[in-house]
């Protein structure tokens, strides 16, 4: 059999990867929820090491950098108020760095990011963050919709086991399937952040 193309290929409408110095650099629910709280995901220091590169690398080029928070339940996930809903440290945002907060998975759904972006100048954006299976995922979905082309960072996302049936789809599995569906119509892929620093 042959080798299986992606819709963009077939298409024609694929993409090169963006770069830093043409993009802005969007990071999802970069938050303590994922370490240390109800939904701790595998993987998750390496992933924060690979945004805290993009994260460094986008300061230095002076790329825009968009930082979406998500406002969970008082007192349960993501909690606004308390400390499962603050930024990891390392991925903090700096003073003058874009501040998104979202109450749905899609990040553009009753926000400012569309706006926030337009008002940056830059339809290539470069995303990375949690949950791939969730936020990640809808938001790059949407992006397409808007007319935004999307650059995602494999190892700089991350996601959680889910129960399927009678068993569990593995957080890596559930990981490679969504990356893979997401490079097939919404997204160019690239493995690691030093694809783009």
Do not use: W
């Not at 825009?64 to 991925?91: A, M, S, T, Y």
């Not at 808007?146 to 957080?171: E, F, K, N, Q, W």
């Amino acid at each position: 059999m042959p080798q299986p193309q992606t819709l963009l290929q077939l298409t024609g409408r694929s993409y090169a990867p963006a770069s830093l110095s043409n993009a802005c650099l969007l990071i999802i629910d970069a938050q303590e929820e994922y370490r240390s709280g109800a939904l701790p995901l595998p993987g998750l220091d390496a992933a924060i090491g690979e945004i805290a590169n993009l994260l460094a690398a986008a300061r230095a080029a002076g790329s825009p950098i968009v930082h979406v928070k998500h406002l969970g339940v008082p007192g349960g996930f993501l909690d606004p108020q308390g400390p499962r809903g603050r930024f990891l440290p390392e991925l903090a945002p700096l003073p003058g760095e874009t501040v998104v907060e979202k109450r749905l998975p899609n990040a553009f759904s009753g926000t400012e990011l569309h706006d926030r972006l337009q008002a940056l100048g830059r339809l290539d954006l470069i995303v990375c963050g949690f949950m791939t299976h969730s936020s990640v995922s809808t938001t790059v979905r949407a992006c397409k919709d808007y007319g935004y082309r999307c650059t995602l960072v494999d190892s700089a996302c991350a996601t959680r086991d889910l129960p399927y049936r009678d068993g569990v789809i593995t957080a890596d599995a559930l990981h490679r399937a969504e990356m893979a569906a997401l490079a097939d119509n919404f997204a160019a892929l690239v493995p690691h952040a030093k694809a783009l620093v």
